[in-house]
C-alpha cells in the first residue's frame, strides 16, 4: 500500500484546510487514520475511519474542529480542518492498517503503512 497525503499549507488561526490521502495497491485497509508531528515533540494520534461502518474516533484535541471522512471509490481518506489554531501546527501523516484492532486504533505501531506527511501551519 502506499499513501500519498497532500493538502497542508499555510493558514491563518481561525482558518480551514482539508488535507488528502490517497491509497494505491491492495485493497482498502480496515482503518485509515491521520497522525501528526509538531517540532521537537511525539508523533500522536489526531483521527481515524474504519471503513466497515464509517466509525470515526478523534483525538480530544480535534474533536468538534477537524472531521475524518473517506471516499472508498476513490480509495482516499480527507481530513477537513475548522477553527485552526497555531497549536495545530505539524507536518500531518496518513497512515492506513489493514489488522487493525478497535482498542488499538489511536496507536501507531498498529498501523502498518504510512504517507509522507504533509505540513500544515498555523500563523496567530
Known amino acids: 500500500v502506499q499513501l500519498q497525503a497532500s493538502g497542508g499549507g499555510l493558514v491563518q488561526a481561525g482558518g480551514s484546510l482539508r488535507l488528502s490521502c490517497v491509497a494505491s495497491?491492495?485493497?482498502?485497509?480496515?482503518?485509515m487514520a491521520w497522525f501528526r508531528q509538531a517540532p521537537g515533540k511525539e508523533r500522536e494520534f489526531v483521527a481515524n475511519l474504519k471503513w466497515s461502518g464509517r466509525t470515526t474516533y478523534y483525538a480530544d484535541s480535534v474533536k468538534g474542529r477537524f472531521t475524518i471522512s473517506g471516499d472508498s471509490a476513490k480509495n482516499t481518506v480527507y481530513l477537513q480542518m475548522d477553527s485552526l489554531k497555531p497549536e495545530d501546527t505539524a507536518v500531518y501523516y496518513c497512515?492506513?492498517?489493514?489488522?487493525?484492532?478497535?482498542?488499538?486504533?489511536?496507536?501507531?505501531?498498529?498501523?502498518?503503512?504510512w504517507g509522507q506527511g504533509t505540513q500544515v501551519t498555523v500563523s496567530s
Open positions: 495497491g491492495r485493497t482498502l485497509s480496515r482503518y
Open positions: 497512515a492506513a492498517g489493514p489488522s487493525v484492532i478497535q482498542s488499538a486504533s489511536a496507536s501507531q505501531s498498529a498501523y502498518a503503512y
